[in-house]
């Protein structure tokens, strides 16, 4: 089996990692880091518009060289993370050209991953409409499995929903 794992650093995509090593022990890995150029992501924000006062600023490639080494950092740590728990693992960064959903569903076909693994912030009501969801994204659109899986605090935090009858977080 091949696995895709997007990971991020955060908590969430840690216990992705580890329920994927918990389910899928022995499983091949990929760990993917996606990761930006100083001008994409002001380009993306809105502070290279007109009138922003941006326009001609003169963008030092170094930063862009620290923020991919920070990348291919944290693609190193999630290897590490899925080899403890129990992955064959590999690192792969990606420059977000575009939609983060997109370049993970790109480089599930690139590697022909039987699954996709991610974690979740679980982020509901006006948060998930203005912030959007990747995994949400990936689960509409991916042509393959995708398994989400929510972090430690974020698991407890919908059992006690459950315990007080209560379908979400929205629910009254």
């Known amino acids: 089996m091949t696995i895709l794992i997007g990971y991020d650093g955060s908590v969430d995509a840690q216990a992705a990692i580890d329920r994927a090593g918990l389910l899928m022990p022995g499983s091949k890995a990929t760990v993917l880091v996606i990761w930006e150029t100083i001008l994409e992501a002001m380009t993306r924000s809105g502070a290279l518009g007109i009138g922003s006062g941006m326009v001609g600023v003169d963008l030092d490639a170094t930063a862009d060289k620290a923020i991919e080494k920070a990348a291919h950092d944290t693609a190193a740590e999630g290897v590490q993370r899925a080899t403890a728990a129990g992955l064959v693992a590999q690192p792969r960064i990606a420059n977000r050209d575009g939609a983060i959903a997109g370049v993970i569903l790109e480089v599930a076909a690139e ?13 509901s009501g006006v948060k998930s409409l203005v912030l959007g969801s990747v995994s949400h994204a ?7 499995p995708v ?25 009254p």
């Open 147 to 171: 398994l989400v899986v929510p972090s430690a605090g974020l698991a407890d935090q919908r059992h006690r929903w459950a315990d007080h009858g209560r379908a979400g977080p929205d629910a």
């Open 138 to 144: 990936v689960l509409h659109h991916a042509d393959r």
């Open 111 to 123: 590697v022909n991953a039987d699954v996709i693994v991610l974690g979740t912030r679980g982020l």
